[in-house]
């Protein structure tokens, strides 16, 4: 069964650090999704991308935050200067179409100290 | 996966028993519904969805009752087994937006 593929798995960075978190969806998937879940909480919609550009975003996705599909494969979460707030679980998702079948990836744990 | 700390509600059943997590949601202008799996380590994973022009819909071994009346999703799983023991969360999405919005979850155990 297709899968969404999360590295790495758990990051550890220091407050102000840059990250990047990398996702490969589905490959026939045509829309892409970051989500994340702070420990506590629910998981939380960030923002959607869909033909190279952002089609909708949350109020969490400020300005440190960024997305980029570098590749016809790799689509990515960058974070500019890590806050210790954004310590939690990011997970990847992909659909073939809008508002059906969403598929999340194992997520990526981040920690930062 | 995250639901470690999470004061969620929890269910528990007697492995062959069935099982009924119930989730309210919380915008009339939903009309697509989702059910998902989470396992401890792991990602959400699917497990059935609806929409809102109907009101139950019958996968393997699960099914999923609507009332838009009432603004409540049910989720049945039956002959439940071990394997099924995880977090249940339902997931709305609001009609012209590309957003899940995720309940708080329950926990299912199954106990033999």
């Known amino acids: 069964e297709p899968e969404v593929t999360q590295t790495p798995s758990h990051q550890v960075t220091q407050m102000g650090q840059e990250v990047i978190l990398r996702c490969v969806p589905i490959?026939?998937?045509?829309?892409f999704y970051w989500y994340r879940q702070i420990l506590g909480q629910k998981v939380e919609f960030l923002v959607s991308f869909y033909n190279n550009e952002i089609s909708e975003k949350s109020e969490i996705f400020d300005d440190q935050f960024s997305v980029e599909r570098p590749d016809g494969s790799n689509f990515t979460l960058k974070i500019r200067s890590t806050k210790l707030e954004d310590s939690a679980m990011y997970f990847c998702a992909s659909t073939p179409v809008v508002t059906y079948g969403y598929t999340f990836g194992s997520g990526t744990r981040l920690t930062v100290v | 996966g995250e639901s470690v700390g999470l004061h969620l509600p929890t269910l528990s059943v007697q492995e062959g028993d069935n099982s009924i997590i119930n989730c309210a949601y919380s915008?009339?202008?939903?009309?697509?519904f989702i059910w998902y799996k989470q396992e401890s380590g792991k990602g959400p994973q699917f497990i059935i969805d609806i929409r809102s022009n109907m009101d139950k819909r019958q996968g393997q071994r699960v099914t999923v009752l609507l009332n838009k009346t009432v603004k409540h999703l049910s989720l049945q799983i039956a002959a439940t087994q071990p394997g099924d023991s995880a977090v249940y969360f339902c997931?709305?999405?609001?009609?012209?937006?590309?957003?899940?919005?995720f309940g708080t979850g329950t926990r299912l155990q199954v106990f033999p």
């Open positions: 490959s026939n998937h045509l829309y």
């Open positions: 915008n009339s202008a939903s009309d697509y």
């Open positions: 997931a709305e999405n609001i009609d012209n937006t590309d957003k899940l919005i």
